[in-house]
């Protein structure tokens, strides 16, 4: 029975949803449940037809799709990051991806005995990583930061330099074919560059000014985003064929570093929005895929595989590396990491289509043979770049600490017991003295206001992973936790409670959107706590909870007028707060941490 194109089309998204939940749920890159629901879809079970279900507009949206993924991208790519990596990235994606092109090309017509022209189509598109695998593979490999933006920066530049050379050999063959001298190959890869740098920057500079004196209103920025990408990347192909990937990429990079324009707003919906394409995509193009080509090619995709991840990929990275600022760790790890994803999809694609369209012989190979890469090279980095990661000691630190919004009295109290705990805390006040006191205490500080630009820059966050409001005002508290809502999730924002917190209508409370979970739980204001901490040497109790001696009985030795449970630790060494949302539960070999001082003080103060 025949399957209405409605169905199906919302079947797809459904099938991407899940994969994306499973690849969240068992920490492996979602390319490979996605892959594998699309082959199972086309070429085994014959449910999914791309090609009848999309008609002429397939390539049309691939191409859209893959024009607002790298801009998206690109939104993330900061020039102060580039100023710490960037000869590294320079050599990867220059000469370093010239060295991989030429290996790859060699390989491919020795091995599978494609023309040479072909495997040089083929060794200029494996040359881009691709951003839509690269990103989630960080997530689950975390190596550490300079390694992460190298890998980020190269991966979302070299794609559209990649489209650019991949490009260049396509009019080659073109060339070839009807009897073009190679001087017009040439004039029509500088007018490529010239098109899509011209036009992108243009664009880019204009959209920004627009934003900047506010002529688009805030709930107009996200449409308005993909009105301007899509038009930009689709006048820059008619302008130029394959110009579009070059002007997208620079739209997103000038946008990003234009002074006075906020693109966040933007960057959050794009990054939702490429999810779905991403999961769309890789369901419909592998989908297309034909196992007659596979078999064809036999041994020879093994073989082809194997040279780019063992020869070809860390052929590049060390020529790129030689007198970088990289240990002999980092650059191994470089050298191992280096998936191909949508963008190599969708190019290859697209090219395989005109080419057999003009009759070249094994064009119908470039497919199949890019998807044994695109398999191939995520299952072997995905099942093994954690461990390297760590075994190298290349590896990011723990996400476990926590920012402190405040150095008063109160949030130095807790930094120290966080510290005690041996939990990652960093102090941010803007108060001179504050800070001062902190630095006394021993604890690491920022001294400056959270939500500023010069904290965007500059204020440490590799190691924290929440933030705790302690600040005295609330306003501050619930600025901050909307700041980093975002950066942490809601479930890692805690602040103290409000003024009005104990009041019973919920006119008084603040929307938990727009502030926090309440810590300590609701009785536990900021002034009650400054009384308790203020004068007081030593608060910090840590207590380890055993068969013997349960949570109940602590509660009962212990005056919840004179002592604040503040969080406890689990085995793993998992850190719960004491909440007013949830009644948390400590558990037999778990460490609670409180705060305490004697009733007699606590009266006094």
Same mark, same amino acid.
């Given at each position: 029975?025949?399957?209405?194109?409605?169905?199906?089309?919302?079947?797809?998204?459904?099938?991407?949803?899940?994969?994306?939940?499973?690849?969240?749920?068992?920490?492996?890159?979602?390319?490979?449940?996605?892959?594998?629901? +699309?082959?199972?879809?086309?070429?085994?079970?014959?449910?999914?037809?791309?090609?009848?279900?999309?008609?002429?507009?397939?390539? $049309?949206?691939? $191409?859209?799709?893959?024009?607002?993924?790298?801009?998206?991208?690109?939104?993330?790519?900061?020039?102060?990051?580039?100023?710490?990596?960037?000869?590294?990235?320079?050599?990867?994606?220059?000469?370093?991806?010239?060295?991989?092109?030429?290996?790859?090309?060699?390989?491919?017509?020795?091995?599978?005995?494609?023309?040479?022209?072909?495997?040089?189509?083929? +060794?200029?598109?494996?040359?881009?990583?691709?951003?839509?695998?690269?990103?989630?593979?960080?997530?689950?490999?975390?190596?550490?930061?300079?390694?992460?933006?190298?890998?980020?920066?190269?991966?979302?530049?070299?794609?559209?330099?990649?489209?650019?050379?991949?490009?260049?050999?396509?009019?080659?063959?073109?060339?070839?074919?009807?009897?073009?001298?190679?001087?017009?190959?040439?004039?029509?890869?500088?007018?490529?560059?010239?098109?899509?740098?011209?036009?992108?920057?243009?664009?880019?500079?204009?959209?920004?000014?627009?934003?900047?004196?506010?002529?688009? /209103?805030?709930?107009?920025?996200?449409? $308005?985003?993909?009105?301007?990408?899509?038009?930009?990347?689709?006048?820059?192909?008619?302008?130029?064929?394959?110009?579009?990937?070059?002007?997208?990429?620079?739209?997103?990079?000038?946008?990003?570093?234009?002074?006075?324009?906020?693109?966040?707003?933007?960057?959050?919906?794009?990054?939702?929005?490429?999810?779905?394409?991403?999961?769309?995509?890789?369901?419909?193009?592998?989908?297309?895929?034909?196992?007659?080509?596979?078999?064809?090619?036999?041994?020879?995709?093994?073989?082809?595989?194997?040279?780019?991840?063992?020869?070809?990929?860390?052929?590049?990275?060390?020529?790129?590396?030689?007198?970088?600022?990289?240990?002999?760790?980092?650059?191994?790890?470089?050298?191992?990491?280096?998936?191909?994803?949508?963008?190599?999809?969708?190019?290859?694609?697209?090219?395989?289509?005109?080419?057999?369209?003009?009759?070249?012989?094994?064009?119908?190979?470039?497919?199949?043979?890019?998807?044994?890469?695109?398999?191939?090279?995520?299952?072997?980095?995905?099942?093994?770049?954690?461990?390297?990661?760590?075994?190298?000691?290349?590896?990011?630190?723990?996400?476990?600490?926590?920012?402190?919004?405040?150095?008063?009295?109160?949030?130095?109290?807790?930094?120290?017991?966080?510290?005690?705990?041996?939990?990652?805390?960093?102090?941010?006040?803007?108060?001179?003295?504050?800070?001062?006191?902190?630095?006394?205490?021993?604890?690491?500080?920022?001294?400056?206001?959270?939500?500023?630009?010069?904290?965007?820059?500059?204020?440490?966050?590799?190691?924290?992973?929440?933030?705790?409001?302690?600040?005295?005002?609330?306003?501050?508290?619930?600025?901050?936790?909307?700041?980093?809502?975002?950066?942490?999730?809601?479930?890692?924002?805690?602040?103290?409670?409000?003024?009005?917190?104990?009041?019973?209508?919920?006119?008084?409370?603040?929307?938990?959107?727009?502030?926090?979970?309440?810590?300590?739980?609701?009785?536990?204001?900021?002034?009650?706590?400054?009384?308790?901490?203020?004068?007081?040497?030593?608060?910090?109790?840590?207590?380890?909870?055993?068969?013997?001696?349960?949570?109940?009985?602590?509660?009962?030795?212990?005056?919840?007028?004179?002592?604040?449970?503040?969080?406890?630790?689990?085995?793993?060494?998992?850190?719960?707060?004491?909440?007013?949302?949830?009644?948390?539960?400590?558990?037999?070999?778990?460490?609670?941490?409180?705060?305490?001082? /004697?009733?007699?003080?606590?009266?006094?103060?």
């Amino acid at each position: 029975m025949e399957i209405p194109s409605l169905l199906l089309l919302s079947f797809i998204g459904l099938l991407g949803l899940l994969c994306q939940w499973l690849a969240w749920r068992v920490k492996l890159p979602a390319i490979l449940f996605l892959l594998l629901t +699309g082959i199972l879809l086309g070429p085994v079970s014959g449910v999914l037809d791309p090609d009848a279900l999309f008609g002429d507009l397939l390539f $049309s949206f691939i $191409s859209l799709s893959v024009a607002i993924i790298l801009f998206e991208g690109s939104l993330t790519l900061k020039r102060s990051e580039l100023s710490e990596v960037g000869s590294v990235v320079k050599n990867l994606v220059t000469y370093g991806a010239l060295l991989n092109g030429l290996i790859v090309t060699v390989c491919t017509h020795y091995l599978t005995g494609i023309s040479w022209s072909l495997s040089a189509l083929f +060794g200029a598109i494996m040359v881009v990583t691709g951003p839509t695998v690269i990103m989630p593979m960080l997530r689950t490999v975390r190596p550490n930061a300079v390694l992460a933006r190298t890998l980020r920066w190269e991966g979302i530049v070299i794609d559209p330099l990649g489209a650019l050379l991949a490009v260049l050999v396509f009019e080659w063959i073109v060339a070839h074919q009807i009897g073009t001298n190679l001087l017009h190959v040439f004039s029509i890869f500088g007018q490529t560059i010239a098109v899509g740098s011209i036009l992108g920057a243009a664009v880019a500079y204009s959209y920004g000014l627009l934003l900047r004196h506010r002529f688009i /209103p805030l709930y107009l920025h996200n449409f $308005s985003a993909i009105v301007v990408v899509t038009s930009t990347f689709a006048v820059s192909n008619i302008l130029m064929h394959e110009s579009g990937l070059l002007a997208v990429t620079i739209m997103g990079i000038w946008l990003a570093n234009m002074r006075g324009v906020d693109t966040r707003d933007i960057l959050n919906f794009k990054e939702n929005l490429t999810l779905m394409l991403v999961s769309t995509l890789f369901i419909v193009l592998s989908a297309r895929l034909e196992f007659d080509g596979l078999i064809t090619l036999g041994w020879g995709a093994l073989g082809v595989l194997l040279v780019m991840q063992f020869i070809a990929r860390p052929a590049k990275v060390f020529l790129s590396t030689i007198n970088s600022t990289l240990s002999r760790n980092e650059r191994l790890l470089l050298a191992w990491v280096g998936p191909r994803g949508i963008v190599a999809a969708a190019i290859t694609a697209v090219f395989a289509l005109k080419l057999e369209l003009m009759n070249i012989p094994h064009a119908e190979l470039l497919v199949p043979l890019a998807f044994s890469v695109i398999i191939g090279t995520v299952v072997i980095q995905s099942a093994t770049a954690r461990y390297l990661t760590v075994k190298l000691g290349v590896n990011a630190p723990d996400v476990k600490g926590y920012l402190v919004i405040g150095a008063n009295p109160v949030a130095i109290a807790v930094a120290k017991a966080l510290q005690e705990a041996k939990i990652e805390t960093v102090v941010c006040d803007s108060d001179w003295s504050n800070i001062s006191a902190a630095r006394m205490a021993g604890l690491k500080t920022y001294y400056g206001n959270a939500l500023s630009d010069h904290a965007e820059m500059h204020l440490d966050m590799t190691t924290l992973g929440g933030i705790v409001g302690l600040s005295r005002n609330h306003a501050v508290n619930s600025a901050a936790a909307l700041r980093f809502r975002e950066d942490f999730g809601p479930r890692k924002i805690f602040v103290l409670p409000e003024l009005y917190h104990q009041k019973e209508h919920s006119k008084h409370h603040a929307s938990e959107l727009y502030s926090g979970r309440v810590v300590l739980g609701s009785d536990w204001s900021y002034q009650k706590l400054y009384r308790l901490v203020n004068g007081h040497e030593t608060l910090t109790k840590s207590t380890l909870l055993t068969e013997e001696y349960l949570y109940s009985q602590w509660l009962e030795n212990n005056d919840m007028e004179t002592v604040v449970p503040l969080f406890a630790l689990d085995e793993s060494g998992n850190l719960f707060w004491f909440t007013a949302d949830e009644a948390l539960q400590p558990k037999p070999g778990w460490k609670l941490f409180s705060l305490s001082a /004697p009733t007699e003080e606590l009266a006094a103060g």
